[in-house]
């Protein structure tokens, strides 16, 4: 658990260390509370800060797109201007993610890994990479991104599984060795999903 103080400014609340709201979050969850009377806050609205504004309009218009919706005030309790953009980040990879295995799981059978790795060896030591996202049918495996991704990632995927897609929400960028990239699959799933069955069947 993290825990942080801040000052009411109006409606919205300010990171200050002589603060007398207590913000805690803990996973995904996030609690507001007075400091002086102990009783918790609803409803409560973080100031921005400015940089975060385009990755919070980018959560809101893949929630939108997907209806999956998320707490965007799990990233904002954050004072830190650039640990709430990787945050705002987080939650928006975790809607994306939910929602490609929401449409694969209706045509195929799909599973979902978070605790095994694969172990690469970059130039800067030892490091392990969880499994991907997902794996259709035990055979083609799907990694869901909404931004940049990392090269040795997915070469070290690439070893493991040889049939494998990258697919994006909107436009990316994107180079494999063996694997597929699709852009738009908020748009256009179909082709993802003819792209796996071509390679299953």
Request: charged share 25%; net charge positive; hydrophobic share 40%.
């Amino acid at each position: 658990m993290q825990v942080f103080l801040y000052k009411r400014i109006g409606d919205y609340l300010l990171p200050s260390q002589e603060g007398d709201v207590i913000v805690t979050v803990s996973n995904f969850l996030i609690k507001v509370y007075d400091r002086n009377s102990g009783l918790e806050l609803k409803d409560v609205k973080f100031k921005l800060f400015g940089n975060e504004i385009p990755h919070l309009n980018k959560l809101k218009e893949l929630e939108k797109a997907t209806g999956i919706d998320v707490d965007e005030n799990y990233a904002l309790a954050f004072p830190n201007p650039k640990i709430r953009i990787l945050k705002l980040n987080q939650l928006a990879g975790y809607v994306f993610e939910e929602h490609v295995y929401s449409v694969l799981s209706s045509y195929f059978n799909v599973k979902r890994y978070k605790n095994s790795g694969i172990m690469s060896l970059p130039k800067l030591g030892l490091t392990f990479h969880n499994t991907p996202d997902m794996l259709v049918e035990d055979k083609v495996a799907v990694e869901a991104k909404v931004g940049l991704y990392e090269l040795e990632q997915i070469r070290d995927y690439e070893r493991r599984y040889s049939k494998g897609v990258i697919v994006f929400p909107w436009a990316g960028k994107c180079k494999t060795s063996r694997w597929v990239c699709f852009n738009y699959f908020l748009k256009d799933y179909e082709r993802v999903v003819r792209y796996i069955r071509s390679l299953i069947s």
